[in-house]
């Protein structure tokens, strides 16, 4: 089991850029697939970006070209760089982490979840 924290949500503009942070504990967590997830009110958990040990990633489609996953693996840390952001992204983020073989965009797929950190985009 690895225990995650996000951080770094907030309310900002349509347009504006916000990065995410989640630390987690534990000395493998190089080994770790680290995802991100959001789910806003009334809506099912989204899958939003994977960044696997291999360090290749993944990102949902509406995300695509706007958010960018990164890990530090020396800080235990993976982080989602959010730019051009629009009132539609308004959800509270998800850190999540897996031990797989296989990439897994699917939040059931997931058994290691922070709390979420809430993300607001005004128009």
């Known amino acids: 089991q690895v225990q995650l924290v996000e951080s770094g949500g907030g309310l900002v503009q349509a347009g504006d850029s916000l990065r995410l942070s989640c630390a987690a504990s534990?000395?493998?967590?190089?080994?770790?697939?680290m995802a991100w997830f959001r789910q806003a009110p009334g809506k099912e958990r989204e899958f939003v970006a994977l960044t696997r040990t291999s360090s290749s990633t993944y990102y949902g489609d509406s995300v695509k070209g706007r958010f960018t996953i990164s890990r530090d693996n020396a800080k235990n840390t993976v982080y989602l760089q959010m730019n051009s952001l629009k009132p539609e992204d308004t959800a509270i983020y998800y850190c999540?982490?897996?031990?797989?073989?296989?990439?897994?965009?699917?939040?059931?797929?997931?058994?290691?979840w922070g709390q979420g950190t809430q993300v607001t985009v005004s128009s």
């Open positions: 534990g000395r493998t967590f190089s080994s770790y697939d």
């Open positions: 999540a982490a897996r031990w797989s073989l296989l990439p897994s965009t699917s939040p059931s797929q997931y058994n290691n």
